[in-house]
């Protein structure tokens, strides 16, 4: 299995169905996605903590007779409307500060396409700014990823988190901190955008989906990561205590 982010569902999963523990099977690294090396440095950088923050353990070794569980969004639905109940993430550590506004910085180099729109991200944080908001930008690095640990605690002590979806905002989605995510990125004439709606729909979460154990400071945007948009749903969610014609001018630039 790919080790990204998408293992959250996966350890939130397990915990919920009862299992205490997560074996992996060190036969390889599948290279499908990316190189070998890419792959054993993101099983240690998130798969591994990932576990501490579904409390779970983990053991490490062959390949073991054992249950292979579901790594999607459809199936922790599933999971959910069987179960009546999800155990979601919970934070290790306190972050210091609270009440800011998080915008994370998406860049894949795998699906560049799918990648943050940092001139309308720029302009959504000039509107915080202006509201009186303090924003905390978090990049997504390859290189250097800020420790998964770390990454929850600041979501979960946000007034809200702000994102292009998946990656890890994931770790919002299976835990109880804020976020609007937008999940479909501009340039529908692109060849990939259709197999990336089939791949909702094929994980039986299909476009216009909510996940069903979200609070009420939680929604998925199906749309694109523009300022427009994103400031209407935060002013929605957050509520508008902004100056209007502060969020009319921000707004009306991505027009």
């Known amino acids: 299995m790919p080790t990204t982010f998408d293992f959250a569902v996966y350890a939130v999963i397990a915990k919920t169905l009862g299992y205490d523990s997560i074996h992996f099977a060190t036969t390889g690294m599948a290279s499908w996605k990316y190189p070998p090396e890419i792959g054993w440095r993101r099983w240690a950088n998130i798969c591994i903590p990932l576990c501490k923050l579904a409390g779970l ?23 959910y409307k069987t179960k009546g ?14 009440g800011y506004v998080t915008i994370t910085m998406r860049e894949s180099f795998r699906n560049a396409w799918r990648n ?47 994102a292009v979806g998946n990656g890890p905002m994931v770790l919002c989605w299976l835990s109880e901190a804020p976020y609007l995510t937008f999940q479909l990125p501009r340039g529908k004439e692109e060849k990939d955008y259709q197999a990336l709606v089939q791949q909702w729909q094929n994980m039986k979460f299909p476009i216009g989906s909510q996940l069903s154990f979200k609070n009420d400071k939680q929604e998925i945007v199906w749309g694109p990561d ?24 921000v707004a009306g630039v991505s027009n």
């Open 57 to 79: 353990s983990f053991t490490v070794g062959p390949k073991i007779e054992g249950d292979v569980l579901a790594y999607h969004s459809g199936a922790v639905e599933k999971v």
């Open 116 to 162: 943050s729109n940092r001139e309308e991200w720029a302009e959504v944080a000039e509107y915080l700014m202006r509201r009186g908001e303090e924003v905390m930008v978090l990049e997504e690095c390859e290189n250097q990823p800020l420790a998964v640990e770390e990454r929850l605690a600041i979501y979960c002590n946000a007034k809200m988190n702000l």
């Open 226 to 249: 523009d300022a427009e948009l994103i400031i209407q749903k935060y002013e929605s969610l957050v509520g508008n205590t902004a100056d209007s014609t502060d969020a009319q001018a």
């Open 85 to 98: 109940h999800i155990e979601k993430l919970k934070p290790l550590q306190e972050h210091p500060k609270k």
